[in-house]
């Protein structure tokens, strides 16, 4: 039976990302681990992750899931989500400066923040809501999910991808920013389909199909 | 460019969804999992949970009902409500809340917010603020920080807090106006406006709506980024889908 395998670092809220894959998955099965050995026999994978990267990064060696997700990259679907997405990057500024997986050349860094007092429409951080992917390139993982859907984002950190080809949508917020990234087997969302209703659901059920 | 968002409230108590005046006179309004899909189905932008008894026996039956909702919606949850450790706020979590609410004892431990934003994440971290007008008319506006459900002054200033709030690391900042909770007045513009523009983290107005306007006024005069709501929806007034085309035909930038 065909498996995707959520890797649990311990960072954050599994149970709906869990629940939403379950939902969509049809005959694949769901497992959550943070087990190197059950994670690698799964066909597909996730990294999740909310909160800080340094101890996002510390929880994923220490677990010794930091090879293992390398190692993965090169060969199986793997879909990374916020924080997940952002320590597959080189390197994050968040928490003083933190080396990251380097799965996608390029680094991480802070939305500018607004002064600390002023106009009520100044925009704050984090960037907390919904807001609208431009899609701009094709993929699978886009089946079904129209230009300009709506997503919901929870982040004050950014991707800065150093190859514009890796880029798959982006926001705007402050300025124009990655949202969805792609490269190879690779894929991943700064924004959590998992919350974003019916639109996250459609992302979901395609990586779970998707065949790279 | 990001949405305003709508949020409907379901105060929990013993498992059930109520709604009191003014934090007291609590009747039932309904089972937490039909009241959420509702409102779901509507389009609303996030739901808000509050556990307005938060006694410590009470603890697993909140626990089931958010892991019952977190089941079903697929859209962010917010809990609030007796949060008092990072071991509260990790079973929240766990239990499939996207963020947990924390206020009294943010007021007794002011680096608990600090602590479970390190630990978490500030982005999951919603300190919320129930406030009071304590200036005399004509004086320039002042609010008082209370707690205990609204029942315990602090002495606290309401907008110097919520600036300590944010330098501790609340991701997002939850503010009630006490007067107008329950009167469906209109939230309490001036405050909402005082903390927003005091801060550069998300504001949820909350406390006072009783139609449409109330909503946009919120956002439009106190600057909120998101606002809340309970009786509108759970009375029927108005649905969320209804509340959203009025803000969007004021030109809100809205999800819809």
């Not at chain 2, 509050?50 to 009902?65: E, G, H, Y």
Request: a negative charge.
């Amino acid at each position: 039976m065909a498996s995707v395998g959520i890797i649990d670092y311990g960072m954050g809220n599994l149970h709906s990302l869990g629940k939403a894959l379950e939902r969509v998955a049809g005959g694949t099965r769901v497992v959550i681990s943070y087990d190197p050995e059950t994670l690698l026999k799964c066909d597909r994978l996730v990294l999740p992750g909310v909160g800080g990267v340094r101890e996002c990064m510390r929880e994923l060696q220490r677990l010794e899931l930091n090879q293992l997700v390398i190692e993965a990259a090169r060969k199986k679907p793997m879909l990374g989500i916020c924080l997940g997405m952002q320590v597959m990057l080189e390197w994050s500024d968040e928490n003083g400066g933190v080396p990251a997986l380097g799965l996608f050349p390029g680094k991480v860094t802070r939305f500018p923040d607004p002064p600390e007092t002023g106009a009520l429409d100044r925009l704050k951080v984090p960037h907390m809501g919904w807001n609208r992917v431009r899609q701009t390139r094709q993929h699978p993982i886009w089946d079904g999910v129209p230009d300009d859907a709506w997503f919901y984002f929870v982040h004050s950190y950014h991707a800065e991808p150093a190859c514009a080809d890796h880029v798959l949508g982006t926001s705007d917020y402050t300025k124009t920013f990655a949202c969805a990234l792609a490269r190879d087997n690779l894929v991943a969302f700064q924004f959590h389909p998992e919350k974003s209703q019916n639109t996250g659901m459609t992302l979901l059920a395609n990586f779970v199909q998707w065949d790279p | 460019m990001l949405a305003k968002r709508i949020i409907p409230c379901l105060d929990i108590d013993r498992g059930r969804v109520v709604k009191g005046v003014k934090f007291e006179d609590v009747q039932d309004a309904g089972d937490p999992v039909e009241v959420a899909r509702k409102y779901d189905a509507q389009g609303a932008d996030e739901l808000v949970f509050l556990d307005i008894t938060a006694s410590v026996d009470d603890r697993p039956t909140l626990f089931q009902t958010v892991e019952a909702v977190a089941r079903q919606i697929y859209i962010p949850l917010t809990v609030g409500g007796g949060v008092r450790s990072c071991a509260d706020v990790r079973a929240l979590l766990s239990a499939g809340a996207d963020k947990v609410s924390i206020n009294t004892s943010a007021v007794e431990n002011p680096d608990f917010v600090t602590e479970a934003g390190d630990r978490y994440g500030v982005q999951c971290i919603v300190v919320a603020i129930d406030a009071k007008r304590v200036s005399k008319k004509k004086e320039p506006p002042r609010w008082e920080v209370f707690t205990h459900g609204g029942r315990r002054a602090t002495g606290l200033d309401a907008v110097e807090w919520a600036k300590t709030m944010v330098r501790k690391g609340a991701g997002e900042l939850l503010v009630t106006s006490i007067d107008r909770d329950g009167t469906k007045s209109g939230y309490d513009n001036e405050l909402l406006a005082a903390i927003s523009s005091a801060v550069s983290v998300p504001l949820i107005a909350s406390g006072g709506v009783g139609d449409l306007e109330h909503l946009y006024q919120g956002l439009a005069t106190g600057g909120a980024d998101a606002v809340l709501a309970a009786s509108i929806f759970h009375q029927g007034t108005y649905t969320v889908g209804e509340a959203k085309k009025y803000l969007a035909d004021k030109g809100v930038r809205i999800r819809l």
